[in-house]
């Protein structure tokens, strides 16, 4: 168990690895890759924003979030489901 906690805290205090900024035709070529619309992977200032649909299929959601997370720091993560966003909001 001691050992688990020392590699824990080890992997922990490494430097985090500097990613490079994300273009939006980067993002262009993660939705073609995961077959989505360009407009559903857009940037949003310094946000990469993933808008699927009602009907998107889980595998390209997992694809663009797999291909998203490769590049961009994603410590701050929020998902609001696939139903859509009310006239208030």
Known sequence: MSVLVALAMQVAAQPAQRRR?????????????????????????SE????????????QTECVLRKVSAVVSM?????????PASEEN
């Open 75 to 83: 410590n701050r993560t929020s998902f609001i489901g696939n139903a």
């Open 21 to 45: 900024e994300v273009t939006q035709a980067d993002l262009h070529a993660m939705a073609d890759a995961c077959h989505v619309p360009h407009e559903a992977v857009v940037m949003n200032g």
């Open 48 to 59: 990469v924003v993933f808008r699927g649909g009602p009907n998107v299929d889980f595998t």
